[in-house]
């Protein structure tokens, strides 16, 4: 059994990062929230971009989020008039028993006081999770974030089925995985259902896919068109160009769909391989697996992607030697060994799921050690969802 | 030796690493790295693209990641060059994209 050090949370999740999470729950309130968090050591500030309306898909994300055992304390930090509240993500957080506190700047006095009393409760809880200890836990508490981004020839051939091998091997000891992107799936509905673990998650499949190349098709984009790109590039068909993004989530039989929407955010009931509604655009795509409770994300990239997360940290896999020699100081694993038959498959993704396992367990990625921090929050329109009937 | 890489120990075709000349020998490796094979291209075969491992009649299924990525539209033999030219689809047939290509 391979374990990780962890920080267990109130609720029983079990924590990688030790993080204090201050949200602004409408960016009219972001400038205070991301001066607060700047005094305090280890704290960060998020915010979302989707007006003051209530978007429930927003609401859920931040709770999501919130709620993600890497996050030790939140401080809710509102104008005061939006729709949105402080108290309504407090509410939806309060349930893991962490510290929930809320500053509003209409209440509180403006923005000098307000960042004096948010730093003050934020300053105290800081002094607190200081005195956590990490603990040894089962793998089988890890849930795995999987993502490409910024991908090449490369990406099927090497990181994708390597990333695929870490993932098998964490399902295997208990642990949970979730990969997203449903355009990426596109034409691999009846391969995907295939592996459904029953006839009710091989219809959600079937579904979200279809959904997404309707939403796609809507906007003038017909999701199956193979580039002459790709088909120079060596992919013969939409199968073939869509396995090789898929099979960065493993060969493990597909436990569900978790819906993400302005109904549900869903979280993994249980161990195993799910698939996420979510979407392809890279930071919100994290996001929002992180929403779902992922401790730690693998991200695969053939050209060099950068980017990292405010509350998880994001291990870079690429499998393209020159972009990994390039881009040393944003590249965690080099699965360019593959292709000069120097290492195999196998192998590398033996490589990756220990360094998953040291990572959780403390170890910076590349991208934590420089102080990113992304994070964005994506909704979709529910007035083109309607017309699309999907509500 | 060239290499060519078997993505999943069913696959019956495996992606070569680098360009590989007509008549030239690759070294295949399985996901294990072991050396499975040592067959001649048939043709050409350039960076990224798929090599045959068996020979395959036409309607016969095109393995690769363990799955069905297409279906071969003739008779491939072992070594040969496996694309557009000579497998099809089981979705979007892949003439609608290689004439908008051309």
């Not at chain 1, 509240?85 to 000098?112: F, H, M, N, W, Y």
Request: net charge negative; glycine share 12%.
């Amino acid at each position: 059994m391979t374990e990780f050090y962890g920080y267990e949370r109130p609720d029983g999740s079990v924590g990688v990062r030790n993080h204090l999470l201050v949200i602004a729950p409408i960016d009219c309130s972001y400038e205070p929230a991301k001066r607060i968090a700047a005094q305090v050591e280890g704290a960060v500030a998020v915010t979302q971009r989707h007006g003051c309306g209530l978007d429930e898909m927003v609401a859920n994300t931040l709770i999501g989020v919130g709620c993600n055992p890497n996050v030790a304390g939140v401080l809710l930090v509102g104008l005061g008039c939006e729709t949105l509240t402080s108290e309504i993500l407090a509410k939806g957080i309060e349930p893991t028993g962490k510290p929930v506190e809320i500053v509003v700047c209409q209440r509180d006095g403006g923005t000098l006081k307000t960042i004096e009393k948010g730093t003050r409760i934020l300053q105290g809880m800081a002094q607190e999770i200081a005195e956590l200890r990490r603990e040894p836990f089962s793998v089988s508490k890890l849930t795995l974030a999987v993502e490409c981004g910024g991908s090449d020839a490369t990406s099927g051939l090497a990181a994708n089925p390597a990333t695929g091998v870490a993932a098998d091997m964490l399902i295997d000891e208990g642990g949970t995985a979730i990969f997203s992107e449903p355009q990426e799936m596109t034409g691999t509905q009846h391969i995907l259902a295939g592996r459904a673990v029953n006839e009710r998650v091989a219809k959600a499949i079937h579904e979200m896919i279809d959904r997404q190349e309707r939403r796609m098709k809507a906007m003038g984009v017909d999701s199956r068109f193979m580039s002459k790109g790709n088909i120079d590039g060596g992919l013969t068909t939409i199968e073939e160009k869509s396995l090789g993004a898929i099979r960065k989530g493993g060969t493990r039989p597909i436990q569900g769909v978790l819906e993400n929407s302005w109904r549900r955010l869903e979280r993994p009931t249980r161990g195993g391989l799910w698939l996420q509604d979510g979407t392809g655009w890279d930071v919100p795509s994290v996001t929002h697996m992180v929403a779902a409770g992922a401790q730690v994300v693998a991200f695969t990239t053939g050209r060099g992607s950068t980017t990292g997360h405010a509350v998880a940290p994001v291990l870079k896999i690429t499998g393209n030697p020159e972009t990994y020699a390039r881009m040393a100081d944003n590249m965690d694993i080099n699965a360019g060994t593959i292709l000069d038959g120097s290492e195999s498959l196998r192998s590398v993704g033996e490589r990756i799921f220990k360094t998953i396992v040291e990572v959780a367990s403390g170890r910076k990625t590349k991208a934590e050690a420089l102080g990113y921090q992304d994070f964005t929050v994506f909704s979709r329109s529910r007035i083109a969802e309607h017309l699309l009937g999907f509500c | 030796m060239k290499k060519a890489i078997q993505i999943d120990v069913s696959d019956n075709v495996a992606t070569v690493t680098s360009d590989v000349n007509q008549g030239e020998t690759v070294e295949v490796l399985s996901p294990d790295g072991d050396v499975i094979m040592k067959p001649r291209t048939r043709d050409a075969i350039p960076f990224g693209h798929k090599i045959a491992l068996n020979d395959l009649d036409g309607g016969d299924r095109v393995v690769k990641y363990g799955e069905t990525i297409g279906v071969a539209s003739r008779p491939i033999r072992t070594g040969e060059w496996v694309h557009t030219h000579n497998v099809e689809s089981a979705v979007v047939p892949t003439s609608a994209f290689t004439e908008e290509c051309s």
